[in-house]
């Protein structure tokens, strides 16, 4: 099986002033068409859906992503982006879902560290609490019971002040990948606007746009 190690983790350290913090789990293994060396760097996925939603920063020109853009965004408004997984292996080089990874090495430390020496106070899952989801397990890692204070009805729980001296508020995203289409497309909140949506070309994908939005409003 090959083994997936993670290409963006050391180069992109978290700062002292950041207040946010993006999770995801780790890039495909074959990177090499992606449209930036960076998290998300395909370009039909998370930074796709953020540009749509917050189109004054230019996180997409002429079809393709801008890194220096990206960067400036996050650097703005105090974001940290990271992944929970660190090295993990697959059957094979085209496997992209999270449930099939196998052998997982978790990256505790460099998320710890960055916990404990800064004030991040909000956490941004890009997936849920399906077998090895971001949001699983950082869970899991880190010994927090979610399921306490969880509220399905907005996709967020919140971290006790006493796991990280501080209380941390953590939202849960609808997964950026068109894989999960099928998925928001029979889900409660979306049936409940589903009228809405079907006025536009990508019903689902307008859905994430305005989900996503609304979770990143510090970006207005």
Known sequence: MPITDHQFLDLYPVKTTDTKMIVGTIHPHLIENFRIPFFYGNVGSFWNILHHAFPHYSILQHD????????AM???NNIWITDIIRQCERENETITKDALLYNIVLNIEQIELALENTEINTIYFTSGFGINNAAQLFTQAFGINYLENYNAAINEFTIPENQFGREIRCIVLYSPS???NIGISRSIPYL???EYYQQ?????KQFKIDY???KFQLLN
């Open 178 to 180: 068109n894989a999960a």
């Open 192 to 194: 409940n606007n589903i």
């Open 64 to 71: 393709d992503l801008v890194l220096g853009n990206i960067l």
């Open 74 to 76: 996050l650097e703005l």
């Open 212 to 214: 996503y939005q609304s």
């Open 200 to 204: 536009f070309q990508t019903p689902v």
